[in-house]
């Protein structure tokens, strides 16, 4: 299917003319002229022209780029028909830029080296869609076979490989490319990076319910103990006795139900990019693995997607690939809709490419900034900084008074 590209509006008539897509209808016959080759046929049919009507010089012209053509494409057919080819993660999942090893193992079934060979099709694109090859050899030594560990560095979550790899082999002279799929291909998941929370304490309770009073930390019921001040504490909670003992805030611990329930719904929606979508996923991945590593009871809408899991490596797990399985140029979504009187976390687009961050509870007082409080990322902030002072809202959502 030919794609047309609309041309600006605030260049020239001669400018909007040479670069706009006309005979967009014809693409499908000048295909070939995308490989170098094609250029070689084309000028070798020039060359039986010159040497029909003109003079001889053109049948050695045709003679040499025949030979050419038939060395470019022979050899990189050979190359890629030779050798039987795997790749293998040595892991089934890492996180976005984080360096990670590939097993490539490759047989090679003739009695002379194979040069230039590359896989591509597996890791290939990134955020801005430029394609590279996975995976390049310079050699493979005669009848033998071997096994290879390339260091890559996903850029970019999702389940890989997104289509068929393909091995592929340009060489030597780069004017056209043999290609044959990938027999054996194990899969890599990709997720989010995530970026620590300051202040990620396990905030559940010493006794084993799930609900009621018990001895985690919070603002209402008994007396557990005291603590140094966070942010976000209220004045009414400083034990001043204390304070003034050790010359430091101290805060009166007390105890509230053992585990809070927190819906949060990510917006899949891609309006500012693909770079503005990823990093609101990495925005949403660091916190729903604070809040999983602190036990707190969630329910999570990744678009239209409702997730449930438990706080266990395999919940974990859950969630981070249902993060990584959001298409990186996003999905249409419903709008959210609270439910009851849980306290809400919503996290969606802002203007010009931010992130934000609303932390919505019906019990929240005038102090904590009424019934809904907004946090906007903006899209050159630091993410690793900014995500850092997200926890107290985010954890304190549900008590604050």
């Given at each position: 299917m030919a794609v047309v590209h609309a041309a600006p509006t605030d260049r020239s008539r001669l400018s909007r003319m040479m670069t706009t897509d006309l005979c967009h209808w014809a693409n499908r016959f000048v295909y070939w002229l995308q490989e170098p080759v094609g250029w070689f046929a084309l000028a070798t049919a020039a060359s039986v022209m010159i040497g029909l009507y003109f003079s001889p010089i053109g049948w050695a012209l045709a003679a040499s780029l025949a030979a050419i053509m038939v060395t470019g494409m022979a050899w990189p057919w050979i190359a890629v028909h030779v050798t039987q080819c795997a790749l293998q993660p040595e892991t089934i999942a890492v996180h976005e830029d984080t360096p990670c090893q590939m097993i490539m193992s490759v047989r090679n079934r003739a009695p002379i080296p194979v040069w230039g060979l590359t896989i591509q099709g597996y890791l290939d694109c990134d955020i801005?869609?430029?394609?590279?090859?996975?995976?390049?050899?310079?050699c493979v030594p005669p009848l033998c076979t071997a096994d290879y560990r390339i260091n890559v560095t996903p850029a970019m979550r999702g389940h890989y490989p997104a289509n068929e790899p393909q091995v592929a082999c340009s060489f030597p002279l780069g004017i056209w490319t043999a290609r044959r799929s990938l027999k054996e291909i194990h899969p890599l998941t990709v997720?989010?990076?995530l970026f620590p929370i300051h202040g990620v304490l396990p905030i559940v309770g010493f006794t084993p319910a799930d609900q009621g009073e018990g001895s985690r930390g919070g603002r209402s019921g008994d007396f557990v103990g005291v603590r140094t001040f966070r942010r976000s504490d209220s004045a009414r909670h400083v034990n001043w006795i204390a304070s003034a003992r050790s010359e430091t805030l101290i805060v009166t611990e007390r105890g509230v139900s053992q585990s809070v329930a927190l819906d949060v719904f990510v917006d899949t929606k891609n309006q500012c990019g693909r770079e503005s979508l990823a990093r609101q996923i990495r925005v949403t991945a660091s916190i729903l693995a604070s809040l999983h590593q602190s036990r707190i009871t969630t329910q999570v809408w990744i678009g239209d997607r409702r997730l449930t899991y438990k706080h266990n490596a395999h919940g974990r797990r859950q969630m981070l690939?249902?993060?990584?399985?959001?298409?990186?140029?996003?999905?249409?979504?419903?709008l959210y809709q609270p439910v009851g009187s849980h306290a809400s976390l919503v996290i969606s687009h802002a203007s010009c490419g931010s992130v934000r961050v609303c932390i919505s509870n019906p019990r929240s007082g005038r102090r904590a900034g009424g019934v809904s409080r907004q946090i906007i990322i903006g899209p050159r902030e630091d993410l690793a900084a900014a995500i850092a002072t997200l926890w107290t809202e985010v954890r304190d959502g549900h008590v604050a008074a």
């Amino acid at each position: 299917m030919a794609v047309v590209h609309a041309a600006p509006t605030d260049r020239s008539r001669l400018s909007r003319m040479m670069t706009t897509d006309l005979c967009h209808w014809a693409n499908r016959f000048v295909y070939w002229l995308q490989e170098p080759v094609g250029w070689f046929a084309l000028a070798t049919a020039a060359s039986v022209m010159i040497g029909l009507y003109f003079s001889p010089i053109g049948w050695a012209l045709a003679a040499s780029l025949a030979a050419i053509m038939v060395t470019g494409m022979a050899w990189p057919w050979i190359a890629v028909h030779v050798t039987q080819c795997a790749l293998q993660p040595e892991t089934i999942a890492v996180h976005e830029d984080t360096p990670c090893q590939m097993i490539m193992s490759v047989r090679n079934r003739a009695p002379i080296p194979v040069w230039g060979l590359t896989i591509q099709g597996y890791l290939d694109c990134d955020i801005s869609g430029k394609a590279t090859p996975t995976v390049g050899l310079a050699c493979v030594p005669p009848l033998c076979t071997a096994d290879y560990r390339i260091n890559v560095t996903p850029a970019m979550r999702g389940h890989y490989p997104a289509n068929e790899p393909q091995v592929a082999c340009s060489f030597p002279l780069g004017i056209w490319t043999a290609r044959r799929s990938l027999k054996e291909i194990h899969p890599l998941t990709v997720w989010p990076k995530l970026f620590p929370i300051h202040g990620v304490l396990p905030i559940v309770g010493f006794t084993p319910a799930d609900q009621g009073e018990g001895s985690r930390g919070g603002r209402s019921g008994d007396f557990v103990g005291v603590r140094t001040f966070r942010r976000s504490d209220s004045a009414r909670h400083v034990n001043w006795i204390a304070s003034a003992r050790s010359e430091t805030l101290i805060v009166t611990e007390r105890g509230v139900s053992q585990s809070v329930a927190l819906d949060v719904f990510v917006d899949t929606k891609n309006q500012c990019g693909r770079e503005s979508l990823a990093r609101q996923i990495r925005v949403t991945a660091s916190i729903l693995a604070s809040l999983h590593q602190s036990r707190i009871t969630t329910q999570v809408w990744i678009g239209d997607r409702r997730l449930t899991y438990k706080h266990n490596a395999h919940g974990r797990r859950q969630m981070l690939d249902a993060l990584a399985s959001v298409p990186v140029d996003g999905k249409s979504c419903d709008l959210y809709q609270p439910v009851g009187s849980h306290a809400s976390l919503v996290i969606s687009h802002a203007s010009c490419g931010s992130v934000r961050v609303c932390i919505s509870n019906p019990r929240s007082g005038r102090r904590a900034g009424g019934v809904s409080r907004q946090i906007i990322i903006g899209p050159r902030e630091d993410l690793a900084a900014a995500i850092a002072t997200l926890w107290t809202e985010v954890r304190d959502g549900h008590v604050a008074a």
